[in-house]
């Protein structure tokens, strides 16, 4: 059951390209994990390309070009193995942990499938059993927007270094049940980027987690506490595994946080599972066992733990990203990236639906990078059946709506602008109606497309932003049914 992996890795780093005519077949993560030896490892060498740069406890090898960036993780990297370090009682190991990092995706996974074999392949970040390095894409690949917020790249980073100290002091780190090294990995990751606090309500990487586990509550998803105690985190069905991967950082988050008056307890639950025998009953027996005594009642604490995430929810940022990277501006404006060729899509929270009347509005200024497209998504009621409204400041400049059927994007209707309509960095008032089978859309006071489903209505759902290859960023972005 409980397959050892040799190497822990993250995931919810969208499996999904919405944007072409594909959903990609997500995770081709292999169920029998344990046929992987961390033993029989083959270390590649890092790219040609590569350069290097160090701090005291880290190495990072990057891209040429890439200095900033890199020179901005180590001393953020340092930070957050400093703050692990003190919450595990360890000292930081004098030799420096190693993290490459990868321009493309391609040179990710060639650095992976040498040494775990494929498992991680889709997951852009993974942290290696036998020499506790981290691999992992730069992603989205570009500067960071001044003034936006954590995401993505710091988040996976953070956590990865956690894995990757971890495997480097606990010698019995890769037996741990999956729900602590991973619920763990989020938690100091969401600390780091915090600086030493939690951050959910400010950085959507981390209250996506939080919508997601209440939304699988409400729609009879939710795996149980017992349950998670005991099973891998490694799942075929990429939505499952990525909710317990949201479950085990919800239930170390609740049990952490002095709030909840169980700090201390859990922190020394932590140390002991480090300490406990190995080459008898399996580590994570042990543990399970440990944890029942400590907290017998898990319904009362399962119970406790929903209502701990209820009243979290209104903080966190209204929105659930099903890929790649949604980012705040200090003004509330939301930045949608992804790169390259790839999409990116936040539903909204709140509300969670528009009825089959319903108006969305927007303020969109399109980057001057990649595709220049953004996208507003309506009546998605899953990704295999969805309508979006796609701007492009292209030239021309245009406005394509389009319907998923089954997982393929077909355009209903096209309209090219009139040169000037939609510029790059240059900010425009979208406005889409929803007219039970019409859709019309204006930029700014004008009507630039109209279209009437012939056969049916186009019908409610969910809703949300995004964009394809590039940079979007929206501001007073807001949905409402009529
Ligand atoms: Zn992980």
């Not at 149980?224 to 949201?246: C, F, I, M, N, S």
């Not at 790059?424 to 204006?442: K, N």
Request: with cysteine; net charge positive.
């Amino acid at each position: 059951m409980h397959g050892r992996t040799g190497s822990r890795r993250s995931l919810r780093v969208g499996f999904r390209q919405l944007a072409g005519a594909r959903l990609a077949a997500a995770a081709a993560l292999c169920a029998a994990a344990g046929l992987l030896s961390a033993a029989s490892a083959q270390v590649a060498a890092p790219p040609a390309s590569s350069e290097t740069a160090r701090s005291q406890y880290l190495e990072v090898h990057f891209p040429a070009g890439q200095r900033p960036l890199a020179e901005r993780l180590l001393r953020e990297g340092e930070r957050a193995l400093q703050l692990y370090a003190r919450y595990l009682d360890q000292r930081l190991p004098r030799e420096r942990l190693r993290c490459f990092l990868y321009a493309t995706e391609a040179e990710y996974q060639a650095a992976e499938a040498a040494r775990t074999g494929g498992i991680f392949k889709t997951n852009l970040a993974f942290t290696h059993a036998a020499t506790s390095e981290v691999h992992m894409v730069i992603q989205p690949r570009l500067e960071r927007l001044a003034g936006t917020g954590p995401g993505m790249l710091e988040g996976l980073f953070a956590h990865e270094l956690a894995h990757a100290l971890q495997y480097r002091v606990f010698p019995s780190y890769d037996e741990f049940p999956d729900w602590l090294s991973e619920g763990m990995a989020e938690l100091f990751a969401e600390r780091a980027l915090g600086d030493s606090r939690h951050c959910a309500a400010q950085v959507p990487w981390f209250g996506v987690r939080v919508h997601e586990v209440l939304e699988a509550l409400d729609e009879g998803r939710f795996v149980p506490v017992e349950r998670l105690l005991t099973e891998g985190l490694v799942e075929q069905d990429p939505a499952l595994r990525d909710l317990k991967y949201g479950e085990a950082w919800a239930l170390c988050r609740f049990l952490d946080d002095p709030v909840n008056g169980e700090q201390t307890r859990f922190r020394d639950f932590v140390l002991e599972v480090a300490r406990m025998p190995r080459g008898g009953r399996p580590l994570v027996e042990q543990a399970r066992e440990r944890f029942l005594a400590l907290w017998p009642d898990v319904i009362r604490l399962e119970r406790r733990l929903i209502a701990y995430l209820r009243e979290l929810a209104p903080q966190c940022p209204p929105w659930q990203v099903p890929g790649r990277e949604l980012r705040l501006l200090p003004d509330g404006g939301l930045v949608c990236e992804s790169f390259p060729g790839n999409a990116m899509m936040a539903l909204s929270t709140a509300p969670r639906r528009l009825g089959g009347v319903a108006r969305i509005e927007a303020e969109v200024m399109i980057a001057p990078l990649g595709h220049r497209q953004a996208d507003v998504f309506f009546a998605y009621r899953g990704p295999l059946d969805a309508y979006k409204v796609a701007f492009g400041a292209g030239n021309p400049p245009f406005v394509t709506l389009m319907r998923n059927q089954g997982g393929r994007w077909q355009s209903l209707r096209n309209e090219n602008l009139p040169p000037g309509t939609l510029q790059p960095e240059q900010p425009v008032r979208i406005t889409i109606d929803i007219d039970v089978a019409r859709v019309a859309v204006r930029v700014g006071e004008r009507p630039v497309l109209r279209y009437t489903a012939e056969a049916s209505a186009i019908g409610g759902g969910r809703w949300g932003i995004g964009c394809y290859d590039g940079r979007a960023i929206f501001r007073q972005v807001s949905g409402r049914s009529y």
